[in-house]
């Protein structure tokens, strides 16, 4: 927790969180300015040492500088009854909009798609934001649907990305991130997530990723239909997360999405409204997604300039990455930033469009000196000045190497199944 001292406060408000009754409730509609959703996926350890019970109190405490228009739903689904509350400048108090009698699985997009909508139908506005809270991995495929793939289960889709949320389902074991039997979680598909955001016509000023391992530009290109900014971070975030009370005044509600970025790495940098208590550092950005066409077409062009044709697998040893690639994380990717990895990679020649081209599209970005990348409690890696805050993946031998070790199997080949692997063009280059 961020500071003891609120432990008493926290207690009322959960008091008040959770004493309400069931079903739906008779709330005021909302005039028009911005509604923003945080979707808090908690069915698992973060739901089970209470972070959204942390975050509850940090909005509660955030609401004076709200306008008047503006409205916040924040849906919880923790192992209890699902419940979706409202807060607003006029009350300090959260009001209960609705519970549910039966679980659901908030890392199936149906769930998602469903109190979206509701929220959007009871409280329209001029525009929406969208915070999505959990457990997430980027753009690797579900460690429960590639295993379905490996045993042949005739009722397994077909495999696809998935990126965020993990829902342990009934009876499964939060504190571990397990369901029933030590199996894997449910997780959701960004296919999907984008789909629940489409299918319910309502467009999106921004999502914010209030989870780890988000901002990549697989997992931003997917969703360049969904919304007009992509604001994340491409490391491990500490559970901690964004400290609400400040996103709230210079942030969610902001006319200009990006200014999310500045304050939450001020939050976290101790530069806010408290000092942090967060030692795990920050790097974020925001991404304008009408660029990403344009920044995927200059990528196509330079390929042949790089030095991964042939299926080459150049040294990127003194590239900046975010996460360490290592048998305690289950051998994921380094997420590799994309202009440092680029600089290291192309001709001198090719590398000024598409470095244009990347900082066309990363509108904002903020990182502190350091920051925690694992496993170890001293794991520290400093962050370069020239970095952007944006992760890609860049195919190596070492993935394939690895492949029996990684959970989901070879990154090399799986990497084919997004959306920016086709965009980009990269299969010129033999990966």
Same mark, same amino acid.
């Given at each position: 927790?961020?500071?003891?001292?609120?432990?008493?406060?926290?207690?009322?408000?959960?008091?008040?969180?959770?004493?309400?009754?069931?079903?739906?409730?008779?709330?005021?509609?909302?005039?028009?300015?911005?509604?923003?959703?945080?979707?808090?996926?908690?069915?698992?350890?973060?739901?089970?040492?209470?972070?959204?019970?942390?975050?509850?109190?940090?909005?509660?405490?955030?609401?004076?500088?709200?306008?008047?228009?503006?409205?916040?739903?924040?849906?919880?689904?923790?192992?209890?009854?699902?419940?979706?509350?409202?807060?607003?400048?006029?009350?300090?108090?959260?009001?209960?909009?609705?519970?549910?009698?039966?679980?659901?699985?908030?890392?199936?997009?149906?769930?998602?798609?469903?109190?979206?909508?509701?929220?959007?139908?009871?409280?329209?506005?001029?525009?929406? *934001?969208? $915070?999505?809270?959990?457990?997430?991995? !980027?753009?690797?495929? +579900? &460690?429960? =649907?590639?295993?379905?793939?490996?045993?042949?289960?005739?009722?397994?889709?077909?495999?696809?990305?998935?990126?965020?949320?993990?829902?342990?389902?009934?009876?499964?074991?939060?504190?571990?991130?397990?369901?029933?039997?030590?199996?894997?979680?449910?997780?959701?598909?960004?296919?999907?997530?984008?789909?629940?955001?489409?299918?319910?016509?309502?467009?999106?000023?921004?999502?914010?990723?209030?989870?780890?391992?988000?901002?990549?530009?697989?997992?931003?290109?997917?969703?360049?239909?969904?919304?007009?900014?992509?604001?994340?971070?491409?490391?491990?975030?500490?559970?901690?997360?964004?400290?609400?009370?400040?996103?709230?005044?210079?942030?969610?509600?902001?006319?200009?999405?990006?200014?999310?970025?500045?304050?939450?790495?001020?939050?976290?940098?101790?530069? *806010?409204? $408290?000092?942090?208590?967060?030692?795990? !550092?920050?790097?974020? +950005? &925001?991404? =304008?997604?009408?660029?990403?066409?344009?920044?995927?077409?200059?990528?196509?062009?330079?390929?042949?300039?790089?030095?991964?044709?042939?299926?080459?697998?150049?040294?990127?040893?003194?590239?900046?990455?975010?996460?360490?690639?290592?048998?305690?994380?289950?051998?994921?990717?380094?997420?590799?930033?994309?202009?440092?990895?680029?600089?290291?990679?192309?001709?001198?020649?090719?590398?000024?469009?598409?470095?244009?081209?990347?900082?066309?599209?990363?509108?904002?970005?903020?990182?502190?000196?350091?920051?925690?990348?694992?496993?170890?409690?001293?794991?520290?890696?400093?962050?370069?000045?020239?970095?952007?805050?944006?992760?890609?993946?860049?195919?190596?031998?070492?993935?394939?190497?690895?492949?029996?070790?990684?959970?989901?199997?070879?990154?090399?080949?799986?990497?084919?199944?997004?959306?920016?692997?086709?965009?980009?063009?990269?299969?010129?280059?033999?990966?």
């Amino acid at each position: 927790m961020r500071h003891a001292s609120r432990l008493l406060s926290l207690l009322v408000l959960t008091l008040a969180l959770l004493s309400a009754c069931d079903h739906d409730h008779d709330v005021p509609v909302s005039e028009h300015g911005r509604t923003v959703l945080i979707y808090m996926a908690g069915h698992n350890s973060l739901g089970y040492s209470g972070y959204h019970h942390q975050d509850s109190l940090e909005i509660a405490n955030g609401t004076a500088a709200m306008e008047r228009g503006d409205r916040l739903l924040m849906f919880i689904d923790d192992g209890t009854r699902p419940r979706l509350y409202l807060f607003t400048r006029e009350s300090r108090t959260p009001q209960l909009v609705r519970t549910r009698d039966k679980a659901v699985n908030a890392a199936d997009a149906a769930t998602l798609s469903d109190v979206r909508t509701g929220g959007a139908h009871t409280y329209p506005a001029d525009d929406y *934001g969208l $915070v999505l809270w959990s457990h997430a991995s !980027g753009w690797l495929p +579900s &460690a429960k =649907r590639i295993q379905s793939e490996q045993q042949g289960s005739p009722a397994s889709p077909a495999g696809h990305p998935l990126s965020f949320g993990i829902d342990v389902g009934e009876d499964g074991n939060m504190k571990s991130d397990l369901a029933v039997a030590g199996q894997y979680p449910d997780e959701m598909e960004v296919d999907d997530l984008a789909e629940a955001i489409h299918s319910s016509g309502i467009h999106l000023s921004y999502i914010l990723f209030d989870c780890c391992l988000m901002q990549n530009v697989e997992v931003c290109y997917a969703l360049r239909h969904a919304a007009d900014y992509i604001i994340g971070s491409p490391m491990a975030i500490s559970a901690n997360g964004g400290f609400y009370t400040d996103l709230l005044a210079q942030g969610l509600f902001s006319s200009y999405p990006p200014d999310i970025v500045e304050t939450y790495y001020r939050a976290i940098a101790g530069k *806010g409204s $408290v000092a942090s208590k967060d030692d795990f !550092g920050i790097v974020i +950005s &925001a991404v =304008r997604t009408d660029r990403l066409e344009a920044l995927a077409a200059a990528v196509r062009q330079a390929w042949q300039a790089s030095t991964f044709m042939q299926r080459q697998s150049p040294d990127l040893g003194q590239v900046q990455w975010y996460q360490a690639y290592n048998s305690k994380y289950y051998y994921r990717p380094h997420n590799y930033d994309m202009a440092d990895a680029f600089r290291a990679t192309l001709s001198p020649e090719a590398l000024p469009a598409v470095l244009r081209a990347i900082d066309d599209a990363v509108v904002a970005h903020a990182a502190t000196d350091q920051i925690y990348v694992g496993p170890g409690l001293f794991s520290f890696k400093k962050v370069k000045s020239e970095a952007v805050g944006l992760s890609m993946f860049f195919p190596q031998d070492i993935y394939t190497r690895n492949a029996q070790a990684c959970r989901i199997g070879d990154l090399n080949a799986l990497i084919h199944r997004t959306a920016w692997y086709d965009a980009c063009g990269m299969s010129v280059t033999g990966w």
